[in-house]
Structure formats: structure tokens, C-alpha cells
């Protein structure tokens, strides 16, 4: 998903007279749209599907994170144990 400095950068003037355009453009594109503010970044404007599918990957970044930490500091069990817990249905320990 790169931006395009040409289609991708708006003032907030712009974002002002032409908010349908340039909302019809992130979702058309699903890429995000900078809103700039004196010449600097202001916001940034994205698709409502495309924010939700960064969210499902930040979120399964943030569990992969945690598996390696508890893998780093031998938070383990072996793979038989936890499968045999999880076929008689009894609840695994996080």
C-alpha cells in the first residue's frame, strides 16, 4: 500500500471544499490519504475495511510478540500435553 505523493497528500483546505472526493478516493483506493496542516502531517485518512484489516494484523503481531516472549523465557510445555488437555476439553491455560 504506497502512498502516492501526487493522489495521496491533501491539504486540510482541500479536505475542506471536496471531503466527498477525497473520501470516494482512500475508499476507491484503499490507500491512506495525509491530510497536511501548515505543510506537516495533520492526520491521516483511511477506508473503514482497510483500518479494520490493520487492526487484525496489529493485533495478531501483538500475540505472535507474546509467543516469542514466552518462548524466550521458557514458557512452555510440550505440544502433547497441551493437546491432550485441549481434546478432553478442559480449558488450557493461557
Not at 1 to 22: G, H, N, P, W, Y
Not at 58 to 69: I, K, T, V, Y
Request: net charge positive; hydrophobic share 40%.
Amino acid at each position: 500500500m504506497a502512498i502516492s505523493i501526487t493522489e495521496d497528500i491533501r491539504s486540510v483546505s482541500e479536505l475542506k471544499k471536496d471531503a466527498k472526493r477525497i473520501f470516494d478516493h482512500a475508499h476507491r483506493t484503499r490507500r491512506p490519504v495525509v491530510i497536511m496542516v501548515r505543510g506537516r502531517p495533520g492526520a491521516v485518512l483511511v477506508d473503514p475495511e482497510e483500518f479494520e484489516e490493520m487492526q487484525r494484523a496489529l493485533e495478531l503481531a501483538a500475540q505472535l510478540a507474546q509467543g516469542e516472549r514466552d518462548a524466550c523465557t521458557g514458557r512452555v510445555r510440550p505440544a502433547k500435553d497441551f493437546l491432550a488437555e485441549f481434546r478432553r476439553g478442559k480449558a488450557v491455560p493461557r
